[in-house]
């Protein structure tokens, strides 16, 4: 199983920008859609968006237009650029296979804290 770690976080003021790493021990080129989620504390973990294999993209409405997803198959990477961040978008993010995730089977790892300041 691919064990992927998360990195890039920090603390921002709002509108500021983040960019968001993904880092598998191996080879993402067989998993078809990889996403990005948040966790909030006290809510549940949420999709913030996902990336197929071929590049497509899918977005929460509330990161539409702020956050864009990438991967790079080669570098085993996927990425998140956090732009025009709001205090609501405080939280910690984590990346993970989306099929895994929507079967109920995801384990995840440490995630990376974004904290954006008012």
């Known amino acids: 199983q691919v064990q992927l770690v998360e990195s890039g976080g920090g603390l921002v003021q709002a509108g500021g920008s983040l960019r968001l790493s993904c880092a598998a021990s191996g080879s993402i080129f067989r998993i078809n859609v990889m996403g990005w989620y948040r966790q909030a504390p006290g809510k549940q973990r949420e999709l913030v968006a996902a990336?197929?294999?071929?590049?497509?993209?899918n977005y929460a409405d509330f990161v539409k237009g702020r956050f864009t997803i990438s991967r790079d198959n080669a570098k085993n990477t996927v990425y998140l650029q956090l732009n025009s961040l709001k205090p609501e978008d405080t939280a910690v993010y984590y990346c993970n296979d989306h099929s895994v995730v929507t079967a109920g089977f995801a384990s995840w790892g440490q995630g990376t804290q974004v904290t954006v300041s008012s």
């Open positions: 990336i197929s294999s071929g590049g497509n993209t």
